[in-house]
């Protein structure tokens, strides 16, 4: 037998040996990571709604979920979480594609000031078109809108300039965007609130090169404010809820659009050393899972994939360095302020007998 | 007086009005209660039977008459008498009193940028709403619904007494009152106070219109211009009005009593 190049290679080169052969449980996709987040590491988190699972995990590790927009401590954590604050590291909500991140970071450093900004629903309730259902109910006036915008962004340029690793996960190619300057909205106008008007807005698919340059911008602009961050690309295996893609079936549009996204993050992984990619697609999509890891609609994914998923991210991306503390209860001073507002109203209130006149 | 079982006052008054009213509150019934004896004493009594909510806090107990032991005396009233209810009414105070470390404010509906205290942490003002509304309609809430599902009476809610503007009587308040760390923390702007009130009394306002019961908001004459306690109402604490704010009350519920009534007829 002659050699050849295939004899040297490990096991993880090989089908039969490491997606047929082993337990689905065990299936390790993970090519190569070369990074390393200790407990102190802190790590931000964006992406469509699979980051979620990924921000979730994170919280309970015990590792540093950066968390830069917390929300004032006077909310209680069930106001926070009904709020979505906590939800990512900063209350943009759900960013599907390349392009929102890309002009979340523009918005924020003040380079791009989107014309339609504000969407009106009710007397009192006032919708960001970037984030539509970050707050419940709407925002009560325009005024507030904007004050909690600019206060959110602030955040959102706190966490770049001060995070460590961003781990970002990508959802989407399609996306719905103004054609008066190309601003993207998460969500197609006219879903969660604002009018669709074929006047003023677009589908648009992205590109391989469109997301690409997006993926490329995003980087430089966090490596200019935060010149050591590191950055991780994932891509979401949750299929399209539906395509707009004229003529598209959605089976065949969803494929197109994971294959860009994966493409793009595996080119930026070999163009730049600070950027690196973990395999959540290959472990919830794989055919080892034989469907396993989705639920009956086919779309969502089912808890054990998420925990394979996170189980193989912390192993491959801690190193093996366990958390020494358990997560970090922040809301121990909250509650003890909130105990003596308590306890001063209450004390009032059973003396108030002694003080009559 | 010692307040027994809550009939007390009832027992003792010279007028009779042809319906009964009674009314069950926590501390803010005080103010009543005391407006009640004064007229008592001045021979100009009060057709109201006041019941102090029973509430055990820690060892003691506070308080004369519990829920269920008032549904049940509510039960037994016709359509032509009232009941008053002064239940609760101090969430505002608890988030907005003393001064947190993280200074916040909020933007009320129709409020431009002017209105929010610089170098304050903005909260959406239905991220805080959605703290007071689980208040509003937690303990306090539960109890107003079973006593509406138990009488045929008609029914009032009085609002809280508004906050009082003078930072300086609150603050001495606390000095003199809670731990140093309490004091040190300073009080909050009045403004703050004031928007934090106004939400609640929005929210109070919107769950009693969902239970068939009539809000009762603070007599004007006790207010300022800007709706802030006048000094001359202040109980001596950072919350709570006096007896003469009770006077007041007394005197727009009879007032309100009369002219519907009239209107009736």
């Known amino acids: ?357 | 007086m010692q307040r027994l079982a809550g009939l007390n006052l009832i027992g003792k008054r010279q007028f009779v009005a042809d319906y009964q009213m009674l009314l069950y509150g926590d501390s803010h019934s005080e103010a009543v209660f005391q407006a009640a004896e004064l007229r008592e004493r001045r021979r100009y009594p009060t057709s109201i039977a006041i019941h102090r909510a029973r509430r055990q806090k820690g060892e003691k107990v506070i308080g004369d008459t519990s829920l269920e032991e008032f549904v049940e005396i509510a039960r037994g009233l016709s359509s032509s008498d009232m009941v008053i209810s002064m239940i609760g009414g101090n969430q505002h105070a608890v988030l907005a009193t003393i001064q947190h470390p993280i200074p916040f404010d909020v933007l009320e509906p129709g409020a431009d940028f002017s209105s929010l205290r610089p170098g304050t942490e903005l909260i959406p003002y239905r991220a805080i709403a959605s703290i007071i509304h689980g208040g509003i309609r937690g303990r306090d809430g539960r109890a107003l619904s079973k006593i509406r599902d138990a009488t045929p009476a008609r029914m009032f809610h009085i609002i809280p007494p508004p906050p009082k503007r003078d930072s300086d009587f609150i603050r001495s308040y606390h000095e003199s009152r809670f731990s140093e760390d309490i004091a040190k923390l300073g009080v909050s702007s009045p403004e703050l106070r004031m928007k934090i009130w106004r939400m609640q009394r929005n929210l109070l306002h919107e769950y009693c219109d969902e239970l068939g019961i009539e809000a009762f908001d603070p007599p004007q004459a006790a207010l300022d211009q800007d709706g802030f306690l006048l000094p001359e109402y202040y109980a001596k604490d950072a919350t709570h009005a006096n007896r003469n704010y009770g006077l007041l009350l007394l005197q727009e519920l009879e007032q309100r009593i009369v002219r519907s009534n009239e209107s009736v007829q």
């Open chain 1, 1 to 357: 037998m002659t050699s050849n190049p295939y004899k040297a290679l490990p096991d993880k080169a090989f089908w039969r040996r490491t997606v047929a052969s082993p337990a689905p449980g065990e299936v390790d996709p993970v090519g190569e990571f070369g990074l390393t987040i200790r407990p102190e590491t802190k790590v931000a988190t964006a992406g469509s709604c699979f980051a979620q699972h990924i921000a979730r995990y994170l919280k309970n590790s015990g590792y540093n979920y950066y968390i830069a927009e917390t929300g004032h401590p006077h909310l209680s954590e069930p106001a926070l979480q009904a709020n979505n604050y906590g939800l990512y590291s900063a209350r943009y909500g759900n960013i599907y594609t390349a392009r929102q991140l890309r002009q979340l970071i523009e918005r924020a450093y003040g380079r791009f000031s989107p014309s339609e900004s504000c969407w009106q629903e009710a007397e009192d309730k006032y919708l960001d078109p970037f984030r539509p259902t970050a707050q419940p109910g709407g925002f009560v006036s325009r005024a507030e809108l904007e004050a909690d915008r600019a206060q959110h962004l602030a955040a959102v340029r706190s966490m770049f300039e001060t995070l460590d690793v961003f781990v970002f996960t990508l959802g989407l190619t399609e996306c719905w965007r103004s054609k008066v300057d190309g601003a993207v909205f998460p969500l197609c106008p006219g879903v969660e609130g604002g009018k669709f008007d074929p006047e003023t807005h677009e589908f648009y698919n992205q590109d391989v090169d469109d997301v690409l340059e997006d993926l490329t911008v995003v980087r430089g602009a966090i490596c200019e404010v935060n010149p050591d961050a590191e950055i991780i690309l994932t891509v979401s295996p949750v299929p399209l809820m539906a395509t707009a893609e004229p003529g598209a079936n959605v089976l065949s549009a969803t494929t197109y659009s994971k294959s860009v996204l994966r493409v793009a993050a595996e080119t930026m992984r070999k163009r730049h050393s600070n950027v690196h990619y973990f395999p959540s697609y290959e472990i919830i999509s794989g055919a080892f899972n034989r469907g396993g890891y989705y639920a009956d609609d086919l779309r969502n994914v089912v808890e054990t994939g998420v925990s394979h998923v996170m189980g193989l991210f912390m192993k491959h991306v801690t190193a093996g360095v366990a958390a020494s503390q358990p997560p970090a209860k922040c809301s121990d001073a909250k509650a003890e302020l909130m105990r003596k507002a308590q306890e001063m109203v209450e004390v009032e209130c059973d003396e108030v007998a002694l003080d009559r006149e």
